[in-house]
């Protein structure tokens, strides 16, 4: 199911000299079966996904031997670069072996190399958050927010679901709560609240894997990463990943969708089919994770779907992608879809909160509905009271779709920022009339990750301007017999050296991320989401116990309830 964009360049176009020169699979038939399958771009797609996860894990399981105090803010900042050095020393050595690979042996191994550290990167930065929520909840055996507020709901939920009984609320998404209440049953004797804290992490360790794979249907390794995974970190979560989960993944499938609908025409019938049964599949698995994103992508992919459409070259094969596909996915998430359209009708949301009260063209940052101490709000901006990210964003998108007008992948994500930015506001404008909020203040975080994406696309498609110029047919030969400068006629240096340079930037800039994204989840009272790994350590054990780290050494059955007086 890869529909990359980029043809088969396992990095980047390069020049046929050097390390580029030689591509997994093209020594002949002389090597033996396994390298042979190893080289395949299924087996390279198996080795990065091994390795992803493999990285996610490693942070966190470091984190566990950490002896500190959760609670005292010394201990956590130790504990964030605690995670911090163990992050950049493993990802140089990603690096260091992808140097070394480009000095050995002439380079064979380059691309490999190459694959793995993208890989490797991706999986470590999620796993910082992950260790991040380690240390946050050392010491307890709760989850973030303990049996309060979504979490509690959660943990009631998955329980009745594991027991067979309906869960509290027949429109929230199944997925989540069939998984916790099998996995309580699998590993925990069925406490779902105790397993909750256990997806929290787990479920944040493979937020990176899961969105460079997803990405990696469109895009080279180190371009999955750059342009497709550091967007997404702007969305990490370890109290509740799933949902944003779903979004980072949702975007780079529908577009690998579109991709492959345009593509269609030309297609034999049984990839075809195969196809759209698989994006069928995965997006019936995404639905019923979580449902919300697809209300605010429909009206853009639709758009996209139909200006890609085969109308020319293969109606019928278009035709038969598209309903193979929904077939597929009505076979998963048919029945959720028919309790959504019948329950979601009168589901209201009455609940207005901080971000209800903003001006609803602002969505830089969504503050939830425990904003701690605001002053001006939103922050007062340069131009117009718009501020100078918005203004880049709003420049990129306006540049990605000048750059990037007759590819899908560029079309598609603008017409989801769209679609979203037109739902947010037809949602907001009838909510004085009917009371009523329904989640909309949620496309913020859509709104956010397609312009960061958009933002990256601009670098991209220049990027991609520049490998062609490289390539260009003259441009390797130096002009009036004169010898050619060593960088080439562009005046840049070679794509190895601009692999390895972007490698170390991303590791430094997914480092920083992460240990911010992290400490946003320590353990503090004062007004933000930081209350809800403080509340894990005040909830009495199931055994009659504190936890370890209980401040004062006292807790209560449902713990700190200070958080109400937070909400707003």
Partial sequence: MTVSTEGSAAVRPGSPSG????APGSSGSSDPAPRRALRSRGGLLLLEAAVAFAAALVLPLLARGLKLNPLNRIAQVSGLAAI?????LIGLLCVAAVVLAMRLRGGRHFDLATRLAAAAIAGLASGFVAAGAVVALLGTPWPMFGLNGDSGRIVEWAHAVANGQPSGSPVYPPMPLYTLGYYAEWFHGGNTAYAFKDLQILGAAAFGPLVYLAWRML???????????????????????YSQTVLVLLVPVLVAMVVALRRSGTEGWRPLLLKGAGFGVLLGVLFLTYSGWFLWSAAGVLFAALLYFPWKSGRLKGAAFMGTALAAFLVVAGRYLMVMLKEGQTTKDYNFRFDNFTDPAYYLMWRTDMPGKVGDWPPPGEFGGVGLFALVTFLCLGAAIWLGLRKPLVVTIAAMFISAWVMRMYIASHMYETQTVQLYTRTN?????????LCALVAHLVSLKLAERRTAPGATA?????????????????????????????????GTVSSSMSDRYMPAQDGTYRILPWVSHTIRQQDGKCPKFAPKGECSKDGDQSWLSYVR
């Fill in 19 to 22: 390390p580029a020169a030689y």
């Fill in 84 to 88: 911090q050095l163990r992050f950049a």
């Fill in 219 to 241: 895009l080279s390794p180190v371009r999955a990463l750059a342009f497709g995974v550091v967007p997404a970190f702007a969305l990490i979560d370890s109290y509740k990943p």
């Fill in 445 to 453: 975080n859509q709104l956010l990750y397609c312009g960061l994406i």
């Fill in 478 to 510: 130096p002009a009036s017999g004169a010898a050619a400068p060593a960088a080439g006629p562009t005046g840049f240096p070679g794509r190895e050296g601009a692999v390895i340079g972007t490698l170390c930037a991303l590791l430094l800039l997914l």
